[in-house]
């Protein structure tokens, strides 16, 4: 077996070196110019305008609306939700370690259709608590929150606009608490900000139309988001994007940086060969590129490989076979309250899956929890929310490159311990090299908004106060 080491330590040393070349090499070869985009791509059913001024005219109708779902649309899901559940027990031990727990998921079954659904008006009443409107852009109904602030006292205080963008299985529910600080924060007499707030559902999300041809991709969302912006009137704006969202809110930095005052996120991510070579280096001895501050939390580093690789099977179903999936969880509730609340679980911490109830109690409320799922059941939006993990992964979005395309907006990263996965810092850099603000949480998890909003709303006004140091630019507003 001697010569079989000496292989293997051949092998390591090449491949050692071959990770140095890389690393000193690899930023000039893949480092790209932004890539031309459509800012006026037609995704509508109907045929594009010939006259895009006088469509543009006559389409910038921002509508307010509530949205109300018929006593027949609720009585057919109570319908559904009372029909027996054929399911087989746990084997062994009751716990979410081979998916949601079929004992626990005919507890939410129960209370959900005897203490919830009986509650539904008042539901509704919750999530109109906010300001709902659609507009249409580029040819597909987007609907979204506006929260805007009329303070007369404006003085000492700076006021601006912020878009935030949920991602999948999440939606506009997921930010509530948020935006309830952001939008109250000029209350507070001692607190120098006001914020008009902007919560889009994302296309193919819950009310927002999605795209009945192919492409539409995180680039082209960007493309709407931004016009959506523009639309209100908001020419200048900070972002904070999560999941999906995230990916979203990255291109609207990197392709319209004359937007973008800041970029925010909770999971920030880039994948080029000069990252992941990074990754590799930072994993064998974290230290070779300098103290991060929080090695222990990464280590031992199979550990978070692990865990990426059992709980990221949705991610590669539903950008290989969406409509698949979808077709499975379209008009059975039950099915895609398990296949949803199941990522709730795993998502906000690996350890869940050991309870019986996956940990679900332990930092959200099942009412919340149901919102989202109700927003995906009643407005069919399953199938086409899925398909975006598609068009991420065409081969149209690789051609553009977009993780090699450098971005200059000032960025801001909280990361948090139990995410599905974390960057450090000198892998980040290499995509946003002015990367301002970043912090490590030890507790958390992927739907932080949902479940520890005051220290996402504190993290993102720290990053505000650094934006402000950083750019005298924003004198603007």
């Not at 995410?419 to 970043?438: E, G, V, W």
Request: with cysteine.
């Amino acid at each position: 077996m001697v010569w079989l080491k000496r292989v293997l330590w051949f092998f390591g040393i090449v491949c050692g070196l071959a990770a140095m070349v890389a690393y000193k090499r690899i930023d000039t070869i893949f480092e790209c110019e932004p890539p031309e985009v459509s800012l006026q791509q037609w995704w509508g059913d109907e045929e594009p305008p010939k006259d895009w001024a006088a469509y543009l005219e006559n389409s910038s109708l921002v509508i307010g609306n509530k949205l109300k779902f018929s006593d027949a649309t609720i009585d057919d899901l109570r319908k559904q939700l009372n029909r027996t559940l054929r399911l087989p027990e746990p084997l062994g031990k009751p716990d979410f370690r081979n998916g949601f727990n079929t004992q626990e998921l005919k507890n939410i079954v129960d209370y959900w259709r005897d203490d919830y659904l009986p509650r539904w008006r008042e539901r509704e009443v919750f999530l109109w608590q906010f300001n709902h409107f659609t507009t249409e852009i580029q040819g597909l109904l987007i609907h979204f929150l506006h929260l805007m602030v009329y303070d007369e006292n404006k003085v000492d205080k700076n006021h601006y606009p912020v878009l935030l963008l949920h991602g999948w299985p999440s939606s506009i529910r997921e930010f509530y608490p948020l935006i309830h600080k952001l939008h109250q924060t000029h209350l507070d007499k001692k607190n120098k900000y006001i914020f008009n707030v902007v919560v889009p559902s994302l296309p193919g999300f819950a009310w927002s139309q999605g795209a009945s041809k192919v492409g539409l991709g995180p680039v082209q969302v960007a493309v709407i988001m931004r016009n959506l912006m523009l639309r209100l009137g908001y020419k200048r704006f900070f972002i904070h994007g999560s999941d999906m969202g995230s990916l979203v809110a990255s291109h609207m930095a990197t392709l319209f940086p004359e937007n973008v005052l800041g970029y925010h996120s909770n999971l920030c991510a880039v994948f080029t060969e000069r990252s992941l070579v990074k990754g590799f280096i930072n994993a064998v001895k974290s230290n070779i590129f300098g103290a991060h501050g929080f090695e222990a939390n990464f280590l031992p580093h199979w550990e978070p490989i692990k865990h990426l690789i059992e709980e990221s099977g949705y991610y590669h179903l539903q950008a290989t076979k969406p409509d698949t999936i979808g077709a499975v969880l379209t008009d059975n509730p039950i099915g895609l309250a398990a296949y949803i609340l199941e990522k709730w679980s795993s998502l906000t911490n690996r350890k869940y899956k050991e309870s019986a109830n996956g940990g679900l109690s332990e930092r959200f409320k099942l009412d919340a929890l149901l919102d989202n799922v109700m927003l995906y059941h009643l407005t069919n939006s399953i199938i086409t929310s899925s398909r975006l993990f598609a068009e991420t992964h065409s081969q149209q979005q690789r051609e553009l490159q977009m993780d090699w395309v450098p971005t200059d907006v000032p960025t801001g990263c909280a990361r948090f311990k139990h995410d599905l996965i974390h960057f450090y810092d000198n892998q980040l850099k290499d995509k946003y090299r002015n990367l301002i603000h970043s912090k490590y949480y030890s507790n958390g998890g992927h739907f932080v908004a949902l479940e520890m909003p005051q220290l996402l709303y504190a993290d993102f006004i720290e990053f505000v106060k650094k934006v402000e140091k950083f750019s005298s630019s924003l004198a603007w507003f």
